[in-house]
Protein backbone atom coordinates (compact mmCIF):
# COMPACT_ATOMS: atom_id res chain seq x y z
CA UNK A 1 0.00 0.00 0.00
CA UNK A 2 0.76 3.70 -0.66
CA UNK A 3 1.98 4.55 3.05
CA UNK A 4 4.04 1.47 3.92
CA UNK A 5 8.18 2.41 3.47
CA UNK A 6 9.03 -1.55 3.31
CA UNK A 7 6.79 -3.10 0.56
CA UNK A 8 7.46 -6.14 -1.70
CA UNK A 9 6.93 -5.18 -6.07
CA UNK A 10 6.53 -6.88 -8.76
CA UNK A 11 8.99 -6.33 -11.48
CA UNK A 12 6.99 -5.32 -14.91
CA UNK A 13 8.48 -6.61 -17.82
CA UNK A 14 7.47 -5.28 -20.85
CA UNK A 15 6.22 -7.70 -23.92
CA UNK A 16 6.99 -11.44 -23.81
CA UNK A 17 4.23 -13.32 -23.55
CA UNK A 18 2.05 -9.64 -23.36
CA UNK A 19 2.29 -9.49 -27.24
CA UNK A 20 0.35 -12.86 -27.16
CA UNK A 21 -2.02 -11.55 -24.60
CA UNK A 22 -2.79 -8.41 -27.15
CA UNK A 23 -3.33 -10.94 -30.19
CA UNK A 24 -5.44 -12.69 -27.89
CA UNK A 25 -7.74 -9.63 -26.94
CA UNK A 26 -7.34 -8.46 -30.74
CA UNK A 27 -9.00 -11.41 -31.73
CA UNK A 28 -11.70 -11.31 -29.01
CA UNK A 29 -12.58 -7.96 -30.06
CA UNK A 30 -12.49 -8.30 -33.88
CA UNK A 31 -14.87 -11.37 -33.67
CA UNK A 32 -17.16 -9.65 -30.81
CA UNK A 33 -17.81 -6.31 -31.90
CA UNK A 34 -17.79 -7.86 -35.65
CA UNK A 35 -20.26 -10.20 -34.54
CA UNK A 36 -22.44 -6.94 -33.80
CA UNK A 37 -22.58 -5.36 -36.91
CA UNK A 38 -23.74 -8.39 -38.84
CA UNK A 39 -27.45 -8.41 -36.92
CA UNK A 40 -28.51 -5.93 -39.40
CA UNK A 41 -28.13 -8.62 -41.91
CA UNK A 42 -29.69 -11.13 -40.13
CA UNK A 43 -32.22 -9.19 -38.77
CA UNK A 44 -34.13 -8.86 -42.48
CA UNK A 45 -33.59 -12.54 -42.93
CA UNK A 46 -35.44 -13.56 -40.08
CA UNK A 47 -38.50 -10.72 -40.84
CA UNK A 48 -38.68 -12.53 -44.10
CA UNK A 49 -38.98 -16.18 -42.86
CA UNK A 50 -40.66 -15.70 -39.07
CA UNK A 51 -43.26 -13.06 -40.94
CA UNK A 52 -42.34 -10.77 -38.13
CA UNK A 53 -43.10 -7.27 -37.09
CA UNK A 54 -40.12 -4.93 -37.40
CA UNK A 55 -40.54 -4.54 -33.57
CA UNK A 56 -39.83 -8.79 -32.99
CA UNK A 57 -37.18 -8.38 -35.09
CA UNK A 58 -35.75 -5.59 -33.33
CA UNK A 59 -35.80 -8.09 -29.86
CA UNK A 60 -34.39 -11.07 -31.83
CA UNK A 61 -31.24 -8.34 -32.40
CA UNK A 62 -31.01 -6.53 -29.60
CA UNK A 63 -31.71 -9.14 -26.68
CA UNK A 64 -28.31 -10.19 -27.61
CA UNK A 65 -27.03 -6.42 -26.18
CA UNK A 66 -28.77 -6.36 -23.41
CA UNK A 67 -27.91 -9.81 -21.86
CA UNK A 68 -24.32 -8.56 -21.97
CA UNK A 69 -24.95 -5.48 -20.39
CA UNK A 70 -26.98 -7.07 -17.40
CA UNK A 71 -24.39 -10.27 -17.31
CA UNK A 72 -21.48 -8.18 -17.37
CA UNK A 73 -20.79 -7.71 -13.47
CA UNK A 74 -21.59 -11.22 -12.69
CA UNK A 75 -18.64 -11.92 -15.90
CA UNK A 76 -16.58 -10.19 -13.07
CA UNK A 77 -17.21 -11.86 -10.32
CA UNK A 78 -17.02 -15.30 -11.64
CA UNK A 79 -13.86 -14.39 -13.08
CA UNK A 80 -12.25 -13.12 -9.33
CA UNK A 81 -13.80 -16.85 -7.83
CA UNK A 82 -12.32 -19.12 -10.74
CA UNK A 83 -9.94 -17.21 -12.99
CA UNK A 84 -9.66 -15.18 -16.39
CA UNK A 85 -9.02 -18.35 -18.60
CA UNK A 86 -11.51 -20.69 -17.17
CA UNK A 87 -14.22 -17.94 -17.72
CA UNK A 88 -12.80 -16.49 -21.00
CA UNK A 89 -13.13 -20.52 -22.04
CA UNK A 90 -16.17 -20.89 -21.12
CA UNK A 91 -18.02 -18.26 -22.45
CA UNK A 92 -16.49 -18.67 -26.04
CA UNK A 93 -17.98 -22.13 -25.54
CA UNK A 94 -21.47 -21.08 -25.12
CA UNK A 95 -20.95 -18.59 -27.98
CA UNK A 96 -20.49 -21.20 -30.62
CA UNK A 97 -22.61 -23.55 -29.34
CA UNK A 98 -25.53 -20.92 -29.20
CA UNK A 99 -24.68 -20.10 -33.14
CA UNK A 100 -24.71 -23.56 -33.80
CA UNK A 101 -28.18 -24.29 -32.08
CA UNK A 102 -29.54 -21.05 -34.10
CA UNK A 103 -29.08 -22.39 -37.06
CA UNK A 104 -31.77 -25.16 -36.51
CA UNK A 105 -34.14 -23.33 -34.63
CA UNK A 106 -37.67 -22.84 -36.27
CA UNK A 107 -39.22 -20.50 -33.97
CA UNK A 108 -38.39 -16.98 -32.55
CA UNK A 109 -38.48 -18.02 -29.23
CA UNK A 110 -35.58 -20.44 -29.80
CA UNK A 111 -33.81 -17.88 -31.27
CA UNK A 112 -34.18 -15.27 -28.42
CA UNK A 113 -32.81 -17.79 -26.03
CA UNK A 114 -29.97 -19.24 -28.16
CA UNK A 115 -28.82 -16.04 -30.68
CA UNK A 116 -29.39 -13.60 -27.41
CA UNK A 117 -29.07 -15.40 -24.04
CA UNK A 118 -26.22 -17.88 -24.92
CA UNK A 119 -24.54 -15.85 -27.20
CA UNK A 120 -24.75 -12.80 -24.99
CA UNK A 121 -24.16 -14.64 -21.99
CA UNK A 122 -21.12 -16.06 -23.72
CA UNK A 123 -19.80 -12.60 -24.73
CA UNK A 124 -20.12 -10.89 -21.41
CA UNK A 125 -17.69 -14.11 -20.19
CA UNK A 126 -14.84 -13.24 -23.01
CA UNK A 127 -15.34 -9.25 -22.93
CA UNK A 128 -14.05 -7.98 -19.74
CA UNK A 129 -12.03 -10.45 -17.75
CA UNK A 130 -9.36 -11.08 -20.90
CA UNK A 131 -9.07 -6.65 -21.07
CA UNK A 132 -7.72 -6.70 -17.49
CA UNK A 133 -4.79 -9.61 -18.37
CA UNK A 134 -2.94 -6.62 -20.65
CA UNK A 135 -2.31 -4.82 -17.04
CA UNK A 136 -0.61 -8.10 -15.90
CA UNK A 137 2.54 -7.89 -18.45
CA UNK A 138 2.06 -3.99 -19.34
CA UNK A 139 3.38 -0.63 -17.27
CA UNK A 140 4.98 1.93 -19.40
CA UNK A 141 2.90 1.34 -22.65
CA UNK A 142 0.04 0.23 -20.82
CA UNK A 143 -2.32 2.85 -23.11
CA UNK A 144 -0.63 1.32 -26.51
CA UNK A 145 -0.90 -2.00 -25.77
CA UNK A 146 -4.60 -1.39 -24.81
CA UNK A 147 -5.10 0.80 -28.10
CA UNK A 148 -3.95 -2.06 -30.29
CA UNK A 149 -6.20 -4.46 -28.61
CA UNK A 150 -9.19 -2.73 -29.17
CA UNK A 151 -8.23 -1.86 -32.01
CA UNK A 152 -9.62 -5.62 -33.13
CA UNK A 153 -13.20 -4.54 -32.63
CA UNK A 154 -12.50 -1.71 -35.45
CA UNK A 155 -10.97 -3.96 -38.00
CA UNK A 156 -13.92 -6.45 -37.05
CA UNK A 157 -16.82 -3.96 -37.33
CA UNK A 158 -15.31 -3.33 -41.18
CA UNK A 159 -14.37 -6.68 -42.38
CA UNK A 160 -17.67 -8.77 -40.61
CA UNK A 161 -20.10 -6.90 -42.60
CA UNK A 162 -18.49 -7.81 -45.76
CA UNK A 163 -18.05 -11.18 -45.20
CA UNK A 164 -21.47 -11.70 -43.66
CA UNK A 165 -23.41 -10.96 -46.86
CA UNK A 166 -20.80 -13.06 -48.72
CA UNK A 167 -21.73 -16.14 -46.86
CA UNK A 168 -25.66 -14.98 -47.33
CA UNK A 169 -26.10 -14.47 -49.96
CA UNK A 170 -23.98 -18.21 -50.79
CA UNK A 171 -25.38 -20.21 -48.44
CA UNK A 172 -28.36 -18.76 -46.83
CA UNK A 173 -28.54 -17.33 -43.32
CA UNK A 174 -28.26 -21.25 -41.48
CA UNK A 175 -25.39 -21.44 -43.38
CA UNK A 176 -24.12 -18.42 -42.68
CA UNK A 177 -24.34 -18.96 -39.16
CA UNK A 178 -22.55 -22.21 -39.28
CA UNK A 179 -19.64 -20.79 -40.27
CA UNK A 180 -19.72 -17.97 -38.13
CA UNK A 181 -19.95 -20.42 -35.20
CA UNK A 182 -16.75 -21.74 -36.57
CA UNK A 183 -15.48 -18.43 -36.37
CA UNK A 184 -16.40 -17.78 -33.02
CA UNK A 185 -14.64 -21.36 -31.96
CA UNK A 186 -11.55 -18.89 -32.12
CA UNK A 187 -12.81 -17.91 -28.75
CA UNK A 188 -11.71 -20.64 -27.06
CA UNK A 189 -8.64 -20.97 -28.26
CA UNK A 190 -7.82 -16.89 -27.28
CA UNK A 191 -8.90 -17.97 -23.95
CA UNK A 192 -6.55 -20.75 -24.06
CA UNK A 193 -3.46 -18.15 -24.26
CA UNK A 194 -4.75 -16.52 -21.34
CA UNK A 195 -1.58 -17.34 -18.94
CA UNK A 196 -1.60 -15.40 -16.26
CA UNK A 197 1.93 -13.89 -15.38
CA UNK A 198 3.87 -14.73 -12.41
CA UNK A 199 5.66 -11.83 -11.45
CA UNK A 200 9.18 -12.01 -9.97
CA UNK A 201 9.02 -10.10 -6.26
CA UNK A 202 11.57 -8.24 -4.52
CA UNK A 203 11.84 -7.35 -1.17
CA UNK A 204 14.44 -4.60 -1.52
CA UNK A 205 12.25 -2.58 -3.79
CA UNK A 206 9.52 -0.33 -2.67
CA UNK A 207 6.88 0.67 -5.22
CA UNK A 208 7.77 3.46 -7.43
CA UNK A 209 5.97 2.87 -10.48
CA UNK A 210 5.20 6.13 -12.32
CA UNK A 211 2.65 4.79 -14.54
CA UNK A 212 -0.62 4.92 -14.19
CA UNK A 213 -1.76 0.88 -13.26
CA UNK A 214 0.68 0.66 -11.46
CA UNK A 215 0.70 4.12 -9.25
CA UNK A 216 -0.06 3.77 -6.12
CA UNK A 217 -1.54 6.98 -5.66
CA UNK A 218 -4.93 5.21 -6.18
CA UNK A 219 -3.88 2.29 -3.25
CA UNK A 220 -5.04 4.13 -0.39
CA UNK A 221 -8.67 4.83 -1.43
CA UNK A 222 -9.48 0.74 -0.71
CA UNK A 223 -6.31 0.16 2.17
CA UNK A 224 -9.08 0.47 4.44
CA UNK A 225 -11.45 -2.33 2.95
CA UNK A 226 -7.98 -4.46 1.77
CA UNK A 227 -7.45 -4.69 5.40
CA UNK A 228 -11.16 -5.26 6.72
CA UNK A 229 -11.14 -8.44 4.46
CA UNK A 230 -7.86 -9.56 5.48
CA UNK A 231 -9.34 -9.81 9.13
CA UNK A 232 -12.26 -11.45 8.09
CA UNK A 233 -10.63 -14.26 6.27
CA UNK A 234 -8.07 -14.92 9.10
CA UNK A 235 -11.69 -14.82 11.67
CA UNK A 236 -12.43 -17.87 9.31
CA UNK A 237 -9.64 -19.79 9.15
CA UNK A 238 -9.24 -19.62 13.10
CA UNK A 239 -12.72 -20.26 13.03
CA UNK A 240 -12.00 -23.41 10.97
CA UNK A 241 -8.81 -24.31 13.06
CA UNK A 242 -10.66 -24.74 16.58
CA UNK A 243 -13.61 -27.04 14.65
CA UNK A 244 -10.73 -29.46 13.67
CA UNK A 245 -9.16 -29.18 17.24
CA UNK A 246 -12.28 -29.86 19.08
CA UNK A 247 -12.89 -32.42 15.92
CA UNK A 248 -9.32 -33.96 16.77
CA UNK A 249 -9.99 -33.37 20.70
CA UNK A 250 -13.71 -35.60 20.52
CA UNK A 251 -11.86 -38.43 18.33
CA UNK A 252 -8.61 -38.66 20.81
CA UNK A 253 -11.72 -38.50 24.01
CA UNK A 254 -13.45 -41.18 22.43
CA UNK A 255 -10.20 -43.76 21.95
CA UNK A 256 -9.65 -43.26 25.69
CA UNK A 257 -13.12 -44.24 26.24
CA UNK A 258 -12.39 -47.40 24.82
CA UNK A 259 -9.40 -47.84 26.40
CA UNK A 260 -10.71 -47.12 29.53
CA UNK A 261 -13.58 -49.99 28.88
CA UNK A 262 -10.99 -52.13 27.82
CA UNK A 263 -9.13 -51.76 31.05
CA UNK A 264 -12.30 -52.51 32.82
CA UNK A 265 -13.31 -55.76 31.60
CA UNK A 266 -9.56 -57.01 31.54
CA UNK A 267 -9.42 -56.29 35.60
CA UNK A 268 -12.99 -58.28 35.66
CA UNK A 269 -11.49 -61.13 33.75
CA UNK A 270 -8.60 -61.46 35.97
CA UNK A 271 -11.06 -61.94 38.91
CA UNK A 272 -12.54 -64.36 36.93
CA UNK A 273 -9.84 -66.64 35.34
CA UNK A 274 -10.78 -70.01 36.93
CA UNK A 275 -14.68 -69.50 36.02
CA UNK A 276 -13.93 -68.68 31.91
CA UNK A 277 -10.89 -70.50 32.04
CA UNK A 278 -12.19 -72.26 28.43
CA UNK A 279 -13.61 -69.06 26.87
CA UNK A 280 -10.60 -66.83 28.09
CA UNK A 281 -10.19 -64.35 25.10
CA UNK A 282 -14.17 -64.09 24.39
CA UNK A 283 -14.97 -60.63 25.88
CA UNK A 284 -11.73 -58.90 25.44
CA UNK A 285 -11.90 -60.06 21.59
CA UNK A 286 -15.63 -58.77 21.33
CA UNK A 287 -14.49 -55.57 22.83
CA UNK A 288 -11.75 -54.97 20.76
CA UNK A 289 -13.49 -55.60 17.45
CA UNK A 290 -16.15 -52.92 19.33
CA UNK A 291 -13.58 -50.35 19.62
CA UNK A 292 -12.14 -50.88 15.89
CA UNK A 293 -15.64 -50.86 14.58
CA UNK A 294 -16.42 -47.45 16.78
CA UNK A 295 -12.96 -45.78 16.16
CA UNK A 296 -13.55 -46.20 12.29
CA UNK A 297 -17.26 -44.81 12.39
CA UNK A 298 -15.86 -41.66 13.99
CA UNK A 299 -12.59 -41.39 12.08
CA UNK A 300 -14.98 -41.66 8.68
CA UNK A 301 -17.14 -39.22 10.68
CA UNK A 302 -14.43 -36.48 11.47
CA UNK A 303 -13.02 -36.77 7.85
CA UNK A 304 -16.65 -35.55 6.81
CA UNK A 305 -16.89 -32.94 9.13
CA UNK A 306 -13.54 -31.95 8.01
CA UNK A 307 -14.50 -31.59 4.29
CA UNK A 308 -17.24 -30.31 4.65
CA UNK A 309 -16.25 -27.24 7.12
CA UNK A 310 -13.42 -26.66 4.51
CA UNK A 311 -15.87 -26.43 1.86
CA UNK A 312 -18.15 -24.27 3.86
CA UNK A 313 -15.13 -22.05 4.72
CA UNK A 314 -14.07 -21.65 0.98
CA UNK A 315 -17.23 -20.37 0.15
CA UNK A 316 -17.53 -17.97 2.84
CA UNK A 317 -14.38 -16.75 1.98
CA UNK A 318 -15.24 -16.12 -1.60
CA UNK A 319 -18.31 -14.30 -0.68
CA UNK A 320 -16.49 -12.17 2.00
CA UNK A 321 -13.70 -11.18 -0.94
CA UNK A 322 -16.59 -10.57 -3.16
CA UNK A 323 -18.83 -8.27 -1.21
CA UNK A 324 -15.84 -6.65 0.37
CA UNK A 325 -14.54 -6.15 -3.33
CA UNK A 326 -17.78 -4.23 -4.13
CA UNK A 327 -17.82 -2.35 -1.24
CA UNK A 328 -14.67 -1.28 -1.63
CA UNK A 329 -15.04 -0.38 -5.83
CA UNK A 330 -18.36 1.97 -5.30
CA UNK A 331 -16.89 3.74 -2.07
CA UNK A 332 -13.79 4.90 -4.36
CA UNK A 333 -15.80 8.29 -5.53
CA UNK A 334 -13.80 8.30 -8.45
CA UNK A 335 -14.83 4.98 -9.98
CA UNK A 336 -18.86 6.74 -9.36
CA UNK A 337 -18.04 9.39 -11.51
CA UNK A 338 -16.28 7.12 -14.20
CA UNK A 339 -19.67 5.37 -14.04
CA UNK A 340 -21.27 8.65 -15.27
CA UNK A 341 -19.03 9.18 -17.78
CA UNK A 342 -19.30 5.27 -19.04
CA UNK A 343 -23.09 6.41 -19.50
CA UNK A 344 -22.56 9.69 -21.43
CA UNK A 345 -19.85 7.47 -23.44
CA UNK A 346 -22.40 4.84 -24.44
CA UNK A 347 -24.95 7.75 -25.15
CA UNK A 348 -22.43 9.22 -27.64
CA UNK A 349 -21.04 6.13 -28.94
CA UNK A 350 -23.83 5.06 -30.44
CA UNK A 351 -26.46 7.33 -31.73
CA UNK A 352 -24.69 9.02 -34.34
CA UNK A 353 -24.05 5.29 -35.41
CA UNK A 354 -27.56 4.85 -35.31
CA UNK A 355 -28.99 7.74 -36.70
CA UNK A 356 -26.63 8.13 -39.48
CA UNK A 357 -28.10 7.39 -42.65
CA UNK A 358 -31.76 9.11 -41.55
CA UNK A 359 -29.68 12.66 -40.78
CA UNK A 360 -28.25 11.96 -44.09
CA UNK A 361 -31.27 11.37 -45.51
CA UNK A 362 -33.10 14.24 -44.02
CA UNK A 363 -30.02 16.52 -45.57
CA UNK A 364 -31.16 15.49 -48.67
CA UNK A 365 -28.28 13.02 -49.72
CA UNK A 366 -28.96 10.05 -51.19
CA UNK A 367 -28.97 6.99 -49.89
CA UNK A 368 -26.13 5.03 -51.76
CA UNK A 369 -23.53 7.72 -50.31
CA UNK A 370 -25.23 7.63 -47.12
CA UNK A 371 -24.63 4.10 -46.71
CA UNK A 372 -20.92 4.52 -46.73
CA UNK A 373 -21.06 6.90 -43.91
CA UNK A 374 -20.85 4.17 -41.25
CA UNK A 375 -17.93 2.85 -42.95
CA UNK A 376 -15.93 6.08 -42.84
CA UNK A 377 -16.96 6.77 -38.75
CA UNK A 378 -15.37 2.76 -38.36
CA UNK A 379 -12.18 4.02 -40.31
CA UNK A 380 -11.93 7.03 -37.80
CA UNK A 381 -12.80 4.81 -34.70
CA UNK A 382 -9.84 2.37 -35.58
CA UNK A 383 -7.18 5.25 -36.07
CA UNK A 384 -8.68 6.91 -32.83
CA UNK A 385 -7.90 3.54 -30.86
CA UNK A 386 -4.65 3.22 -31.75
CA UNK A 387 -3.02 6.63 -32.56
CA UNK A 388 -3.80 8.89 -29.54
CA UNK A 389 -2.49 6.30 -27.25
CA UNK A 390 1.27 6.55 -28.07
CA UNK A 391 0.77 10.35 -27.35
CA UNK A 392 -0.03 9.79 -24.09
CA UNK A 393 2.41 6.74 -23.32
CA UNK A 394 5.45 8.35 -24.68
CA UNK A 395 5.07 12.07 -24.35
CA UNK A 396 3.47 11.46 -21.21
CA UNK A 397 0.38 13.33 -22.02
CA UNK A 398 -2.35 12.44 -18.85
CA UNK A 399 -4.77 10.41 -20.15
CA UNK A 400 -7.95 12.30 -18.83
CA UNK A 401 -6.56 15.23 -20.38
CA UNK A 402 -7.18 13.30 -23.99
CA UNK A 403 -10.49 12.14 -22.63
CA UNK A 404 -11.46 15.79 -22.12
CA UNK A 405 -9.88 17.15 -25.42
CA UNK A 406 -12.38 13.92 -26.90
CA UNK A 407 -15.39 14.68 -24.85
CA UNK A 408 -14.88 18.51 -25.93
CA UNK A 409 -14.27 17.64 -29.59
CA UNK A 410 -17.88 15.60 -30.05
CA UNK A 411 -19.82 17.82 -28.01
CA UNK A 412 -18.60 20.81 -30.92
CA UNK A 413 -19.17 18.18 -33.64
CA UNK A 414 -22.70 17.36 -32.30
CA UNK A 415 -23.52 21.69 -31.67
CA UNK A 416 -22.50 21.96 -35.61
CA UNK A 417 -24.59 18.93 -37.16
CA UNK A 418 -28.02 20.14 -37.27
CA UNK A 419 -25.87 22.84 -40.23
CA UNK A 420 -24.88 20.50 -41.63
CA UNK A 421 -26.30 19.49 -45.70
CA UNK A 422 -23.90 18.29 -47.95
CA UNK A 423 -22.48 14.89 -48.23
CA UNK A 424 -18.82 16.38 -47.17
CA UNK A 425 -20.15 17.71 -44.49
CA UNK A 426 -21.30 14.39 -43.40
CA UNK A 427 -18.24 12.58 -44.39
CA UNK A 428 -15.64 14.71 -42.00
CA UNK A 429 -18.12 14.79 -39.44
CA UNK A 430 -18.65 10.75 -39.50
CA UNK A 431 -14.73 10.69 -39.81
CA UNK A 432 -14.01 12.95 -36.87
CA UNK A 433 -16.36 11.80 -34.82
CA UNK A 434 -15.64 8.08 -34.73
CA UNK A 435 -11.92 9.40 -34.11
CA UNK A 436 -12.54 11.13 -31.15
CA UNK A 437 -15.40 7.86 -30.09
CA UNK A 438 -12.46 5.47 -30.44
CA UNK A 439 -9.95 7.65 -28.40
CA UNK A 440 -12.56 7.98 -25.96
CA UNK A 441 -13.28 4.42 -25.57
CA UNK A 442 -9.39 3.08 -25.35
CA UNK A 443 -8.88 5.51 -22.59
CA UNK A 444 -11.78 5.25 -20.29
CA UNK A 445 -10.91 1.67 -20.18
CA UNK A 446 -7.99 2.34 -19.33
CA UNK A 447 -8.58 4.90 -16.62
CA UNK A 448 -11.03 2.68 -15.41
CA UNK A 449 -8.08 0.03 -14.44
CA UNK A 450 -5.97 2.76 -13.29
CA UNK A 451 -7.97 3.82 -10.70
CA UNK A 452 -9.32 0.83 -9.18
CA UNK A 453 -7.17 -2.11 -7.20
CA UNK A 454 -5.70 -4.65 -9.47
CA UNK A 455 -7.63 -7.80 -7.52
CA UNK A 456 -10.94 -5.63 -8.18
CA UNK A 457 -10.52 -4.24 -12.00
CA UNK A 458 -12.32 -7.23 -13.13
CA UNK A 459 -15.24 -6.34 -11.63
CA UNK A 460 -15.35 -2.91 -11.98
CA UNK A 461 -14.56 -3.18 -15.84
CA UNK A 462 -17.85 -5.45 -15.88
CA UNK A 463 -19.87 -2.94 -14.43
CA UNK A 464 -18.34 -0.15 -16.25
CA UNK A 465 -19.03 -2.10 -19.83
CA UNK A 466 -23.12 -2.81 -18.25
CA UNK A 467 -23.38 1.22 -17.38
CA UNK A 468 -21.87 1.55 -21.36
CA UNK A 469 -24.35 -0.73 -22.57
CA UNK A 470 -27.51 1.57 -21.06
CA UNK A 471 -26.76 4.31 -22.56
CA UNK A 472 -26.11 2.94 -25.79
CA UNK A 473 -29.51 1.77 -25.25
CA UNK A 474 -30.84 5.10 -23.67
CA UNK A 475 -29.48 7.60 -26.07
CA UNK A 476 -30.87 5.99 -29.60
CA UNK A 477 -34.10 5.89 -27.58
CA UNK A 478 -33.59 9.22 -26.58
CA UNK A 479 -33.00 10.61 -29.85
CA UNK A 480 -35.55 8.42 -31.34
CA UNK A 481 -37.88 10.58 -29.15
CA UNK A 482 -36.64 13.74 -29.47
CA UNK A 483 -36.72 13.37 -33.58
CA UNK A 484 -40.92 12.02 -33.01
CA UNK A 485 -41.49 14.77 -31.11
CA UNK A 486 -39.85 17.82 -32.79
CA UNK A 487 -39.76 16.64 -36.41
CA UNK A 488 -36.11 17.23 -36.87
CA UNK A 489 -32.62 16.19 -35.80
CA UNK A 490 -31.73 19.44 -34.31
CA UNK A 491 -32.74 18.45 -30.49
CA UNK A 492 -31.49 15.01 -30.73
CA UNK A 493 -28.04 16.34 -31.31
CA UNK A 494 -27.78 19.69 -29.23
CA UNK A 495 -29.18 17.26 -26.21
CA UNK A 496 -26.28 14.92 -27.22
CA UNK A 497 -23.80 17.72 -27.60
CA UNK A 498 -24.99 18.98 -23.77
CA UNK A 499 -24.27 15.35 -22.59
CA UNK A 500 -20.43 15.69 -24.40
CA UNK A 501 -19.75 19.00 -22.53
CA UNK A 502 -20.77 17.44 -19.17
CA UNK A 503 -18.71 14.23 -19.84
CA UNK A 504 -15.95 16.44 -20.83
CA UNK A 505 -16.30 18.68 -17.45
CA UNK A 506 -16.15 14.99 -15.22
CA UNK A 507 -12.93 13.98 -17.00
CA UNK A 508 -11.06 17.53 -15.83
CA UNK A 509 -12.42 16.47 -12.28
CA UNK A 510 -11.12 13.00 -12.38
CA UNK A 511 -7.80 14.08 -13.99
CA UNK A 512 -7.32 16.89 -11.47
CA UNK A 513 -8.19 14.38 -8.63
CA UNK A 514 -5.66 11.81 -10.22
CA UNK A 515 -3.06 14.32 -10.50
CA UNK A 516 -3.56 15.44 -6.51
CA UNK A 517 -3.14 12.30 -5.16
CA UNK A 518 0.12 11.36 -7.36
CA UNK A 519 0.87 14.53 -5.34
CA UNK A 520 0.56 13.70 -2.24
CA UNK A 521 2.02 9.57 -2.62
CA UNK A 522 5.25 11.61 -4.02
CA UNK A 523 5.24 13.72 -0.63
CA UNK A 524 4.67 10.62 1.37
CA UNK A 525 7.30 8.53 -0.23
CA UNK A 526 9.73 11.47 0.18
CA UNK A 527 9.33 11.30 3.90
CA UNK A 528 9.26 7.40 4.04
CA UNK A 529 12.67 7.56 2.81
CA UNK A 530 14.15 9.91 4.91
Known sequence: MADSCDQTTMKQREGGWGYIIIGSVFLQYFITLGFYQTQTFFFVEWQQEFSTSSAEASVLVSICSIVLGVSSPISGILATIFGTRVVVITGGLLAAVGMICTMVMESTLGIILTWGVMIGFGFALVFNPSVVMISQYFDKHFTVANGVAYAGGSVGQICYPLMTGVLIDSYGWRGAVLVLSAVMCHLIVSGVMLRPKRAEKSANESKESTYAHNNPAFDHIEHVEAEHELSIISSTRMESSDIQLTSDTRHSGSRQDHADVIVHHADINDGEEIKHASKPDTFDSSVRKTHKFTDTVTTKTTESDKKTTCENNAIRRHWVTILSALKSIFKNILFDIMLVVFFIFGMLFYTPIAHAIPRALEAGISESKAALLPTVFGIG?????????????????????????????????????????????????????????????????????????????????????????????????????????????????????????IGAILMIYVTFIERTLRVKTWISSCLCKR
Not at 428 to 440: D, K, L, N, R
Not at 462 to 470: R, W, Y
Request: proline content about 2%; glycine content about 10%; overall charge neutral.
Open 381 to 501: NLIGRVAPTFIADFLHIQRGVITACAFAICSILNFLNPFFNTYWHHTVYQFIYGTASGTQLVFLYTIIQVILHEEHRVMGVGFALSVDTLGNAAGAVSAGWMVDVTGSYKAAFWFLSGMAA
